[in-house]
């Protein structure tokens, strides 16, 4: 078999068609390594499983009339042309052929509508084996920040940011000159992955704070829009352990591509375990929020808290973009009295891209922002924001 | 006396003389015509040269060229002015162009007004482009204008809602003139089943463009006092609602879909049977399936936002009735190859261009049918399998269309006949390099790339840097195209048309001399039932 294949190749080496062929193979190899693929992904859920099915239908139906179609057509393209010899008929209707063509469609159409009606009760009103309302297992809330998903577990009250991881987000700045090849899962990466149970009903409710953003996982099989103002709602029940790569899906500003979705899904045991951990993490937290820090201790972790919050926007160099995103290094709001920057950040600013941060980080971390953004570039104020001044503005 | 020696003196036909009162001042169709097909023609090449620089950013993965901010204006400005500055201008030229001739009329029913609705457009588009000059850039939002991002730009809102108030403006008196003209300036013995698919076809989409450009209209008005006076139509914390724009906005796009395809069929209806020398089959049922493209056209706009989270029922319903679209679009498609069948077909530019509109825009149809299922679509939304799906109805679909009647009608319009190999040449390099450069975007959206992003992970490289490939040659083509039409308008290795120009062609501006001159049909003589292509007694 390999020999015969060689002998083949040889014969071809010199023509123009071996040419081609290792173009194509070269292509097509290439897309075998390609993690998607060409095709829509089977995914991970009933759900998907249900989307991927009625997509491959309706594809080989619309291929069927499509063959059907052209095959008239280029028959006629070859066989009733001029050149033939042929004179045109002059016929101009027919009932028959009319009625035919506009019947054959409706039935086809009502044996597409049946599968995608069960589907879509599938995703919007499940029910089990008796008919019952499915029983959800867990609730879980995604909100979307430009550019960042925060995620809050209702049962239990574990809550975090999911942002672009740093390699990625070195990368991606124009002209960085890092090849994107060189970086791991480039730009699909985050700093803290959504983690769920296996086999678990999750109603997973969306909203946004600022503009309106789209919670796309493709294994799952749907994408929700999260909108300001609303709670959308969505469910998931994933049958294998993994970890599911997704992306925001709604234009939601210069960062729209930048804010990736990673969802680790791991058996019941791993995670309760991962459960106790974040509780460990939360317990340490509050401690952090209730303790005085020094200056130079919030400045360290402010700079990390600015880089990973605060750059995307201000930029790390502190100069902004303006004039959406303006400046801090001297401006007079980070120069000026501590409770206005606090309150800015805290409540954000209205009618601008200026969010209020006082419900997605904690008090420690906008405290040591804060401070570091008042000690650094050619600013004056070198004063400290401890979390407890947080809290005072936050509660007044 | 036939309709071709109406003119006693045809050595001069009264053109004014001097740029300013040539075009300026201008009341007369086939001028007014031209300088929207040129305007159309200058838009393109702008909205394409925009586009250029996506498929340059997109090449590759990484920023290489421009900034995320500036990328999405990008592909705003690109979408604005193709939609209200290349496709819809171009066929409000053909309108202007042909129906009169097409009907025997002497001219547009509303000639001072026509003038006024073609001079409103450079200065909206110039005020559009200057916002890229602006503080904080062009409108960064997408070409849906959706708030609350779109509020979340600077200058440029008041600038872009103008702008498209103008279009507005421009297009409801455009519509209005059409409408006035078909009503009322049909020549005597010219019924309205005489009337060829063009005429039907635009008809309807004026209807469409009087009941739709209000409503959006409406809802960038709302936008500004929401961005400008604190009102909050969409803004949640203050009782509104975000989602609603959505709704408005779609009332108004789906139909503004249709206006861009339906004079496409027009032109498409015109085209076929005269080079298969054969009577368009089933004229009667085009004239019916377009009307109910029109109607669905407004009860359907929601498929839009299926991912939105829209109440069980409205997504059933929103998907049982875009699916009932394929029947109209199908019987149009069966239709045309039904003309084709057992004519005497000969393939000059015209035609081909028509035949791959049919081949492509129906691959397009077959798309568009898939997004209507509602839970597939919670998977291909917002991706790039709906970027391919809506270029291939826009590029091999309207503007395929707009070039085929560019080479079908362009003998009549300057009396020379274009160069036959030089526009196959374009022919083959648009159809191959179009096919490279949005194929590939459909495999780009089912692997799970979303749109409107400048960067993308590395698994999507490959049918990227092909897609940009075939992007760059669909450009140049076009670059071609340009030169092709100048060397026809100058008569620069071409011949002289005759009057008729195509042996099957059939129809009243078959019927004139070329070129046409400037006045035609004034004397209101009944028109002759053997000149016409349809003389359907139904």
Redesign the interface.
Known sequence: MNKTTKNWKSQLKSSRLGFFIAIFSL?TT??A?????????KGVTA?SH??YG??MV??WI?VV??VL??V??FY??YA????KG?????????TK??II??VI??LI?IV??IP??R???????PVDENGDKIKMEMALKVTGYQWKWKYDYLDNGISFLSTLKKESNI??????N????TIE????EVDKPLVIPVDTNIRIL?TAD???H?W?V?AF?????A????V??AWTNVKEVGTYR?????????????MPIVVEVVSKEDYAQWVKDQTGEQEAEELANTSEWTQADLITKGEEVYNAQCAACHQSSGQG????FPALDGSALVNGALDEQIKTVVFGR????MQAFGGMLSESDIAAAITYTRNAWSNTAKDVAQPNDVKRIKNS | MSHTDTHDHDDHDHKPKGFVKRWLMTTNHKDIGTLYLVFALAMFILGGALAMIIRLELFQPGLQFVQPDFFNQLTTMHALIMVFGAVMPAFVGFANWMIPIMIGAPDMALPRMNNWSFWILPFAFTMLASTFFMEGGAPAAGWTLYPPLVLQGGKNLAFAVFAIHMLGISSIMGAINVIATIMNMRAPNMGYLKMPLFVWTWLITAFLLIAVMPVFAGAVTMLLTDHYFGTSFFNAAGGGDPVMFQHIFWFFGHPEVYIMILPSFGIISEIIPTFARKPLFGYVSMVYASAAIAFLSFIVWAHHMFSVGMPFGGELYFMYATMLISIPTGVKVFNWVSTMWKGAMTFETPMLFAIAFVILFTIGGFSGLMMAIAPVDFQYHDTYFIVAHFHYVLVPGAVFAIIAGVYYWIPKWTGNMYSERLGKIHFWWSMISVNVLFFPQHFLGLAGMPRRIPDYSTQFAEFNMISSVGGFAFGLAQIFFIIVVWRTIKGKGTSKASDRVWEGAKGLEWFIPSPAPHHTFQDGAPVKDEQLAHVSSH
């Open positions: 292509i290439n897309f390594h390609a993690e998607y693929g060409l095709n829509l992904t759900f249900e989307v009625l997509h309706i594809f619309c009339i499509a179609v052209f008239a057509m006629s393209m009733h042309r001029k050149s042929v004179t045109a008929a002059q016929f101009s209707h027919s052929a009319e063509w506009t469609p409706i159409l597409i509508a995608s009606t589907a879509l009760i599938n995703m919007e009103a990368a991606r700045q124009l002209k960085s890092i090849d994107p090849n899962n480039y730009l699909l969306l600022d503009v309106i789209s796309w493709p099989g749907w994408k929700r829009d909108i300001p103002g609303y959308n709602e997704g992306q925001c899906a709604e234009l939601c500003g210069k960062d729209h591509g930048f973009m303006p004039p959406a209205e009618g601008t891209a």
